[in-house]
């Protein structure tokens, strides 16, 4: 069974501060994908980043940077110098097969940050 | 803009009504997926469809619950006899066989009262 866990339920940061959420997983597959989605509260899911078993390779995107450690089964997310319009849920999801009934997300966190 | 569309977005509806949502997917897309978001928890996978089949459909999904995609284009979801248990976020998602992402609509929330 697939399971993810975002421990952090919720989180406030004064903006410029940096933030990390956390993203931990199990599963038995050898092959899986790990996503990230932010849900502002318009409410649409908005993808962030897709990442493979096979692809250890931590990734940075503007002020987004990602951390996947096979070893301890995680995947977290750190935003730097965080604004505003960083508020929102960020999911946390798993997939076996890169397709979406398949996926399992974890329950979220709700970033508020403060001006 | 030619994102996932859902209708409408906010519906408050009496128990026992029917109510029904249509996702428009991204136009190129053949999966469409489904799924329902409660407060405080990530999304649930309902159903999908790739074209015009629906493929599979979760334990979630009670026989109240129908889905279709007539013309493999967009799709319906149909709540028949309406519980207080139904209230929930209902997304659509479309994604491209051998696509990489999956893209999610705004969601239609749904109250029961």
């Known amino acids: 069974a697939q399971k993810v866990t975002q421990a952090q339920t919720e989180i406030s940061v004064v903006e410029k501060e940096d933030v990390t959420l956390d993203c931990v997983y199990e599963t038995r597959d050898t092959t899986y994908y790990l996503f990230w989605y932010k849900q502002p509260p318009s409410g649409e899911l908005v993808f962030l980043i897709r990442r493979n078993s096979f692809d250890e390779q931590n990734e940075i995107s503007g002020r987004y940077s990602w951390n996947f450690q096979k070893s301890t089964s995680s995947f977290n997310f750190t935003i730097t110098a965080s604004q505003v319009v960083d508020s929102a849920v960020y999911f946390c999801?798993?997939?076996?097969?890169?397709?979406?009934?398949?996926?399992?997300f974890g329950p979220g966190t709700r970033l508020s940050v403060l001006p | 803009d030619t994102g996932v569309s859902q209708d409408p977005r906010h519906k408050i509806t009496k128990r026992g009504q029917n109510v029904t949502f249509r996702c428009d997917p991204i136009s190129e897309h053949n999966r469409l997926y489904w799924y329902r978001q409660t407060l405080g928890q990530g999304p649930e996978f309902l159903t999908y469809?790739?074209?015009?089949?629906?493929?599979?459909k979760s334990r979630l999904l009670s026989d109240r619950f129908s889905a279709e995609r007539p013309k493999g284009s967009f799709s319906t979801l149909e709540i028949q006899r309406t519980e207080q248990g139904d209230s929930a976020m209902y997304l659509c998602a479309s994604s491209w066989t051998g696509g990489n992402t999956i893209y999610f609509g705004e969601g239609s929330w749904l109250t029961v009262v």
């Open positions: 469809f790739q074209n015009e089949a629906q493929l599979e």
């Open positions: 999801a798993l997939t076996p097969d890169n397709y979406g009934q398949n996926f399992v």
